[in-house]
């Protein structure tokens, strides 16, 4: 088959959308398929930086909304595409449908179905109670690809060596490709401020825009603390990690394909579902902080993300000292099966190809 993907990563929206869409790319590519990324110049910029990367990139101008999806249209026409793969909020239904009903089909990975008609042959969501999003109801002739049995992994995380506890060491700090809210260094201050000594691994994405003043505090703390920028190797640090603390988008599966004991804050309204059957399985912990930062804060607003930040430092330092439950987490983790999600979407793309080809 020949797919092809529509997606975007920057400052403003993370990497989260893109990331998934490669470890989708990476399970096509390794049943023999051909993806190509249809994404801007800036989106560009860090897919090349990866080592993992798959699939070319064509370039896409910026243009209104309605222009691009017929634009977009043209494109996956011109390559003869099978599948057209779409994941990104800024597409709304309008762009959807002009997409729906073509030669090729039309997948949409989801996470809340609050944006209206998804108007897609196949619905992608990962997370385990997506069943509860009614996507019968709203998208009845659809193929789902719903529940944990399609969480998507890049290959990194998969056939890992999970039983490793007793080689586990440090505390990891990772905040997502861009960390929106800015938590990574506040949090790291109130554990250096808090004197606990422990190693410290700090992950920041691609699109982290404080790398100085991250560096600059590292230095002048003098503790024991790594820094990791644009990681190419995740699944390897996360072995080796006792306690995570990470927002709560994707990285959560690939925390839990580790057995890596976790706090995970919520950042986004999309992470609230996943997150929470994640908190019903025992192997991690969770903090709430949701601000819209689409406008200038508010000083209760302000009063509010430095209580989250303090509450998420505390919250560490109390569950680093408690041994115990930390294994106990970390065994949770290992009873839980890792999925080859990208495998299972891959065969349901190629069934419903097959048939459309037969008909």
């Given at each position: 088959?020949?797919?092809?993907?529509?997606?975007?990563?920057?400052?403003?929206?993370?990497?989260?959308?893109?990331?998934?869409?490669?470890?989708?790319?990476?399970?096509?590519?390794?049943?023999?398929?051909?993806?190509?990324?249809?994404?801007?110049?800036?989106?560009?910029?860090?897919?090349?930086?990866?080592?993992?990367?798959?699939?070319?990139?064509?370039?896409?101008?910026?243009?209104?909304?309605?222009?691009?999806?017929?634009?977009?249209?043209?494109?996956?026409?011109n390559l003869a595409a099978d599948w057209l793969i779409l994941d990104g909020y800024q597409f709304d239904q309008t762009y959807r449908q002009i997409l729906s009903a073509n030669r090729f089909k039309f997948a949409v990975f989801d996470d809340l179905n609050d944006s209206?008609?998804?108007?897609?042959?196949?619905?992608?969501?990962?997370?385990?109670?997506?069943?509860?999003?009614?996507?019968?109801?709203?998208?009845?002739?659809?193929?789902?690809?719903?529940?944990?049995?399609?969480?998507v992994l890049r290959q990194e995380f998969l056939d890992l060596d999970r039983e490793n506890w007793s080689q586990r060491k440090t505390l990891t700090l990772m905040f997502g490709g861009s960390d929106t809210y800015n938590l990574t260094l506040p949090v790291l201050q109130n554990l250096i401020q808090s004197n606990l000594t422990l190693p410290i691994v700090v992950v920041t994405g691609a699109a982290y825009s404080q790398l100085n003043k991250l560096s600059e505090v590292i230095q002048d703390a003098q503790q024991d603390i790594s820094h990791i920028h644009d990681c190419q190797n995740m699944a390897?640090?996360?072995?080796?990690?006792?306690?995570?603390?990470?927002?709560?988008?994707?990285?959560?599966?690939?925390?839990?394909?580790?057995?890596?004991?976790?706090?995970?804050v919520v950042v986004a309204k999309n992470q609230i579902t996943a997150t929470q059957h994640a908190l019903t399985q025992a192997w991690c912990q969770v903090i709430n902080n949701q601000v819209n930062n689409d406008h200038e804060l508010t000083d209760q607003e302000i009063t509010d993300q430095e209580l989250t930040e303090q509450q998420i430092s505390e919250q560490v330092?109390?569950?680093?000292?408690?041994?115990?439950?930390?294994?106990?987490?970390?065994?949770?983790?290992?009873?839980?099966?890792?999925?080859?999600?990208?495998?299972?979407?891959?065969?349901?793309?190629?069934?419903?190809?097959?048939?459309?080809?037969?008909?």
């Open positions: 088959m020949r797919i092809v993907f529509r997606v975007e990563g920057n400052l403003k929206i993370g990497l989260g959308h893109m990331m998934r869409c490669l470890a989708l790319a990476q399970g096509l590519t390794r049943e023999g398929h051909q993806v190509k990324f249809i994404t801007s110049q800036a989106s560009q910029e860090f897919c090349q930086k990866r080592n993992d990367w798959v699939g070319k990139c064509i370039l896409i101008e910026d243009m209104p909304l309605k222009q691009e999806a017929q634009w977009l249209k043209a494109q996956c026409e209206g008609q998804l108007h897609a042959d196949l619905v992608i969501n990962g997370a385990n109670n997506a069943q509860q999003l009614n996507y019968l109801k709203s998208e009845p002739k659809a193929k789902l690809a719903i529940g944990s049995a399609y969480q390897e640090i996360l072995l080796d990690t006792k306690l995570a603390v990470s927002a709560a988008g994707g990285s959560q599966f690939e925390l839990l394909a580790c057995a890596t004991p976790a706090i995970l330092i109390s569950l680093w000292q408690q041994t115990e439950l930390l294994h106990t987490m970390h065994s949770k983790a290992l009873e839980l099966p890792v999925p080859d999600g990208a495998k299972n979407i891959v065969n349901l793309m190629f069934n419903q190809q097959s048939q459309s080809v037969d008909t």
